[in-house]
Nanobody, 126 residues
Framework: QVQLVESGGGLVQAGDSLRLSCAAS????????MGWFRQVPGKEREFVTT????????YYADSVKGRFTISRDNAKNTVYLQMDSLKPEDTAVYYC???????????????????WGKGTLVTVSS
C-alpha cells in the first residue's frame, strides 16, 4: 500500500501561483510513476501531469502546458505541482496519483491507477 497526502490547495486570484505537495508513505516511492489529476463536480477526473520514477520524463495536458511544472524529490518521498498563471478554469479538486506503470501510461486517464490521495481543493477567482 502507498498512502498519499496532498497539501497546498487554497483560494487564489487569477494570475497567481500555488504549489501543491503530495507526501507518500508505505512502499518504495522510487518504484512509482507519480501524477496529478483534477476533477470538477459533475465532470470526470482528468489528467493534468505525470512524472516518471527518476524525474527525468514529464508529460502535461495541453491545458496546463507552460504554466504547470511537476517535480519529485525521491529523498523526501514527495511530488510537487507548481502552478503558475492560474486561471479560473483551473479550479478543481487536485488528486495525487501513484502507479507502478509508466508515466506515459498515466496519460490515458484515471482508470486503473494504483493509488490515490484524497485531494486538495484549488479555487481560482477571476
Amino acid at each position: 500500500q502507498v498512502q498519499l497526502v496532498e497539501s497546498g490547495g487554497g483560494l487564489v486570484q487569477a494570475g497567481d501561483s500555488l504549489r501543491l505537495s503530495c507526501a507518500a508513505s508505505g512502499r518504495t516511492f522510487n518504484d512509482y510513476s507519480m501524477g496529478w489529476f483534477r476533477q470538477v463536480p459533475g465532470k470526470e477526473r482528468e489528467f493534468v501531469t505525470t512524472i516518471n520514477t527518476s524525474g527525468a520524463t514529464t508529460y502535461y495536458a495541453d491545458s496546463v502546458k507552460g504554466r504547470f511544472t511537476i517535480s519529485r524529490d525521491n529523498a523526501k518521498n514527495t511530488v510537487y505541482l507548481q502552478m503558475d498563471s492560474l486561471k479560473p478554469e483551473d479550479t478543481a479538486v487536485y488528486y495525487c496519483a501513484a502507479d507502478r506503470g509508466t508515466s506515459s501510461s498515466m496519460r490515458r486517464g484515471p482508470t486503473g491507477i494504483d493509488f490515490w490521495g484524497k485531494g486538495t481543493l484549488v479555487t481560482v477567482s477571476s
